[in-house]
Protein backbone atom coordinates (compact mmCIF):
# COMPACT_ATOMS: atom_id res chain seq x y z
CA UNK A 1 0.00 0.00 0.00
CA UNK A 2 1.67 3.74 -0.79
CA UNK A 3 2.62 5.32 2.43
CA UNK A 4 4.33 8.57 3.03
CA UNK A 5 6.95 10.27 6.16
CA UNK A 6 7.73 13.57 6.32
CA UNK A 7 10.72 14.38 8.62
CA UNK A 8 12.72 17.26 9.17
CA UNK A 9 13.65 19.98 12.10
CA UNK A 10 10.42 20.84 14.34
CA UNK A 11 12.27 24.27 15.27
CA UNK A 12 13.79 26.43 13.05
CA UNK A 13 15.28 29.94 13.66
CA UNK A 14 14.10 32.41 11.33
CA UNK A 15 15.85 33.57 8.34
CA UNK A 16 17.51 30.05 8.32
CA UNK A 17 16.83 27.16 5.70
CA UNK A 18 14.04 24.39 6.29
CA UNK A 19 14.94 21.33 4.66
CA UNK A 20 11.86 18.32 4.87
CA UNK A 21 12.18 15.35 3.28
CA UNK A 22 9.08 13.01 2.55
CA UNK A 23 9.91 9.32 2.24
CA UNK A 24 7.56 6.99 0.57
CA UNK A 25 6.37 3.27 -0.40
CA UNK A 26 4.34 1.56 -2.53
CA UNK A 27 4.82 3.65 -5.26
CA UNK A 28 7.85 4.59 -7.51
CA UNK A 29 8.33 8.22 -8.71
CA UNK A 30 9.79 7.04 -12.01
CA UNK A 31 6.57 5.71 -13.19
CA UNK A 32 4.38 7.58 -15.70
CA UNK A 33 2.30 10.19 -14.63
CA UNK A 34 2.96 10.09 -10.79
CA UNK A 35 3.85 13.05 -8.62
CA UNK A 36 4.54 14.26 -5.02
CA UNK A 37 3.11 17.41 -3.87
CA UNK A 38 3.63 19.00 -0.43
CA UNK A 39 1.26 21.30 1.31
CA UNK A 40 1.33 22.95 4.56
CA UNK A 41 -1.31 24.26 7.84
CA UNK A 42 -0.90 27.02 9.90
CA UNK A 43 -2.37 25.81 13.29
CA UNK A 44 -5.80 26.48 13.24
CA UNK A 45 -5.99 27.84 9.12
CA UNK A 46 -6.46 26.47 6.14
CA UNK A 47 -4.32 23.91 3.78
CA UNK A 48 -1.97 25.86 1.63
CA UNK A 49 -0.48 24.25 -1.98
CA UNK A 50 3.20 24.94 -1.63
CA UNK A 51 5.14 22.50 -4.64
CA UNK A 52 4.75 20.03 -7.11
CA UNK A 53 7.29 17.09 -8.96
CA UNK A 54 6.41 14.60 -11.41
CA UNK A 55 7.81 11.53 -12.55
CA UNK A 56 9.44 13.24 -15.55
CA UNK A 57 11.03 16.44 -13.13
CA UNK A 58 8.08 18.42 -13.93
CA UNK A 59 8.13 21.07 -11.19
CA UNK A 60 5.48 23.51 -10.09
CA UNK A 61 4.89 25.83 -7.58
CA UNK A 62 2.96 28.29 -5.62
CA UNK A 63 3.23 31.88 -7.27
CA UNK A 64 3.41 33.10 -3.91
CA UNK A 65 6.21 31.13 -2.82
CA UNK A 66 7.47 30.51 -5.63
CA UNK A 67 11.22 32.23 -4.65
CA UNK A 68 11.57 30.35 -1.69
CA UNK A 69 10.66 26.65 -2.58
CA UNK A 70 13.11 24.40 -4.37
CA UNK A 71 11.63 20.46 -4.49
CA UNK A 72 13.49 18.03 -5.99
CA UNK A 73 13.28 14.19 -6.17
CA UNK A 74 15.92 11.15 -5.27
CA UNK A 75 13.95 8.24 -6.79
CA UNK A 76 16.85 5.70 -5.89
CA UNK A 77 15.29 6.58 -2.06
CA UNK A 78 11.96 7.19 -2.81
CA UNK A 79 12.61 10.38 -1.44
CA UNK A 80 11.32 14.31 -2.04
CA UNK A 81 13.14 17.14 -0.91
CA UNK A 82 11.60 20.52 -0.56
CA UNK A 83 13.16 23.21 1.09
CA UNK A 84 12.28 26.65 2.27
CA UNK A 85 15.02 29.79 2.59
CA UNK A 86 14.79 33.17 4.72
CA UNK A 87 12.12 30.95 7.11
CA UNK A 88 9.84 33.33 8.99
CA UNK A 89 7.62 32.87 12.15
CA UNK A 90 4.38 32.98 9.82
CA UNK A 91 5.39 29.75 7.66
CA UNK A 92 5.04 27.86 11.48
CA UNK A 93 2.68 25.31 10.43
CA UNK A 94 2.20 21.37 10.16
CA UNK A 95 3.66 20.09 6.22
CA UNK A 96 2.54 17.66 4.50
CA UNK A 97 3.34 15.64 1.45
CA UNK A 98 1.06 13.83 -0.76
CA UNK A 99 0.70 11.28 -3.33
CA UNK A 100 -0.52 13.05 -6.61
CA UNK A 101 -1.41 11.32 -10.49
CA UNK A 102 -0.82 13.91 -12.99
CA UNK A 103 -4.16 15.05 -14.54
CA UNK A 104 -6.24 13.55 -16.48
CA UNK A 105 -10.09 12.72 -16.72
CA UNK A 106 -10.74 13.01 -13.23
CA UNK A 107 -8.70 15.67 -12.56
CA UNK A 108 -6.53 17.02 -9.52
CA UNK A 109 -6.13 15.47 -6.41
CA UNK A 110 -4.22 13.92 -3.65
CA UNK A 111 -5.09 10.31 -3.01
CA UNK A 112 -2.55 9.77 0.10
CA UNK A 113 -1.59 12.18 3.01
CA UNK A 114 1.18 11.85 5.33
CA UNK A 115 0.56 12.00 9.07
CA UNK A 116 2.42 15.55 8.53
CA UNK A 117 4.89 17.73 10.36
CA UNK A 118 4.81 20.53 12.29
CA UNK A 119 7.37 22.86 11.84
CA UNK A 120 8.25 25.77 14.96
CA UNK A 121 9.71 29.16 13.50
CA UNK A 122 11.06 30.99 16.59
CA UNK A 123 14.39 32.45 17.87
CA UNK B 1 -7.28 34.85 -0.39
CA UNK B 2 -7.86 32.09 -2.16
CA UNK B 3 -8.56 31.39 -5.41
CA UNK B 4 -11.41 29.13 -4.10
CA UNK B 5 -14.32 30.54 -2.08
CA UNK B 6 -16.09 28.76 0.91
CA UNK B 7 -18.49 29.40 3.58
CA UNK B 8 -16.25 29.40 7.03
CA UNK B 9 -19.13 27.42 8.64
CA UNK B 10 -22.26 25.24 7.74
CA UNK B 11 -23.95 23.51 10.35
CA UNK B 12 -27.04 20.18 9.76
CA UNK B 13 -29.44 18.35 11.53
CA UNK B 14 -28.21 15.12 12.40
CA UNK B 15 -29.96 12.60 9.48
CA UNK B 16 -30.36 15.67 7.27
CA UNK B 17 -29.09 16.84 4.10
CA UNK B 18 -26.06 19.37 3.78
CA UNK B 19 -24.01 21.14 0.94
CA UNK B 20 -20.93 22.69 1.26
CA UNK B 21 -19.72 25.22 -1.78
CA UNK B 22 -16.61 25.63 -3.29
CA UNK B 23 -16.59 29.13 -6.02
CA UNK B 24 -14.07 29.95 -8.02
CA UNK B 25 -13.69 31.06 -11.81
CA UNK B 26 -11.34 28.21 -12.32
CA UNK B 27 -14.02 25.48 -11.48
CA UNK B 28 -16.08 26.31 -14.91
CA UNK B 29 -12.67 24.31 -16.36
CA UNK B 30 -11.38 22.06 -14.15
CA UNK B 31 -12.78 19.13 -11.50
CA UNK B 32 -12.72 20.22 -7.76
CA UNK B 33 -11.63 17.43 -5.12
CA UNK B 34 -12.55 17.40 -1.38
CA UNK B 35 -11.03 16.41 1.76
CA UNK B 36 -12.11 16.05 4.66
CA UNK B 37 -10.10 16.91 7.90
CA UNK B 38 -10.99 16.41 11.20
CA UNK B 39 -8.93 17.59 14.22
CA UNK B 40 -5.42 16.23 14.58
CA UNK B 41 -5.84 14.25 11.67
CA UNK B 42 -4.36 14.66 8.42
CA UNK B 43 -6.70 15.38 5.36
CA UNK B 44 -8.45 12.90 3.84
CA UNK B 45 -9.58 12.55 0.31
CA UNK B 46 -13.65 11.99 -0.09
CA UNK B 47 -14.73 13.39 -3.62
CA UNK B 48 -12.44 13.59 -6.96
CA UNK B 49 -13.57 13.93 -10.84
CA UNK B 50 -17.33 14.20 -11.80
CA UNK B 51 -18.32 12.02 -8.76
CA UNK B 52 -15.74 9.76 -7.59
CA UNK B 53 -15.31 8.79 -4.04
CA UNK B 54 -12.05 6.95 -2.91
CA UNK B 55 -12.29 2.86 -1.57
CA UNK B 56 -13.64 3.03 1.78
CA UNK B 57 -15.64 6.64 1.40
CA UNK B 58 -19.56 6.19 2.47
CA UNK B 59 -21.95 6.90 -0.18
CA UNK B 60 -23.96 9.45 1.28
CA UNK B 61 -20.92 11.58 0.12
CA UNK B 62 -21.12 13.18 -3.21
CA UNK B 63 -20.12 15.74 -5.49
CA UNK B 64 -21.05 18.18 -7.93
CA UNK B 65 -20.30 20.86 -10.28
CA UNK B 66 -22.26 23.83 -12.18
CA UNK B 67 -20.96 26.92 -13.89
CA UNK B 68 -17.84 28.43 -11.12
CA UNK B 69 -18.95 26.58 -8.67
CA UNK B 70 -18.38 22.59 -7.22
CA UNK B 71 -20.35 21.35 -4.37
CA UNK B 72 -20.15 18.51 -2.14
CA UNK B 73 -23.04 16.83 -0.66
CA UNK B 74 -23.41 14.50 2.35
CA UNK B 75 -27.22 13.19 2.19
CA UNK B 76 -28.04 12.23 5.77
CA UNK B 77 -25.55 13.64 8.23
CA UNK B 78 -23.63 11.57 10.88
CA UNK B 79 -22.27 12.65 13.85
CA UNK B 80 -19.25 11.34 12.68
CA UNK B 81 -19.07 13.14 9.59
CA UNK B 82 -18.19 16.98 11.74
CA UNK B 83 -14.89 17.87 10.29
CA UNK B 84 -13.73 20.48 8.17
CA UNK B 85 -14.20 20.02 4.62
CA UNK B 86 -11.45 21.56 1.96
CA UNK B 87 -11.93 21.54 -2.06
CA UNK B 88 -8.68 21.88 -4.22
CA UNK B 89 -8.23 22.51 -7.52
CA UNK B 90 -6.26 24.66 -10.21
CA UNK B 91 -5.89 28.22 -9.81
CA UNK B 92 -6.92 30.62 -12.87
CA UNK B 93 -3.84 29.51 -14.47
CA UNK B 94 -4.16 26.09 -14.77
CA UNK B 95 -0.73 25.80 -14.24
CA UNK B 96 -1.04 26.02 -10.16
CA UNK B 97 -3.18 24.00 -7.43
CA UNK B 98 -4.95 25.93 -4.81
CA UNK B 99 -7.09 25.23 -1.94
CA UNK B 100 -10.55 26.31 -0.57
CA UNK B 101 -10.24 28.35 2.65
CA UNK B 102 -12.09 25.22 4.32
CA UNK B 103 -15.92 24.84 5.84
CA UNK B 104 -16.20 23.55 9.50
CA UNK B 105 -19.53 21.47 9.18
CA UNK B 106 -20.61 21.26 12.43
CA UNK B 107 -23.63 18.15 12.72
CA UNK B 108 -26.40 19.26 15.55
Known amino acids: QITLKESGPTLVKPTQTLTLTCTFSGFSLSTSEVGVGWIRQPPGKALEWLAL???????RYSPSLKSRLTITKDTSKNQVVLTMTNIDPVDTATYYC???????????????WGQGTLVTVSS | SSELTQDPAVSVALGQTVRITCQGD??????ASWYQQKPGQAPVLVIY???NRPSGIPDRFSGSSSGNTASFTITGAQAVDEADYYCNSRDSSGDHLVFGGGTKLTVL
Open chain 2, 26 to 31: SLRSYY
Open chain 1, 98 to 112: AHKLAGGGSGDYFDY
Open chain 1, 53 to 59: IFWDDDK
Open chain 2, 49 to 51: GKN
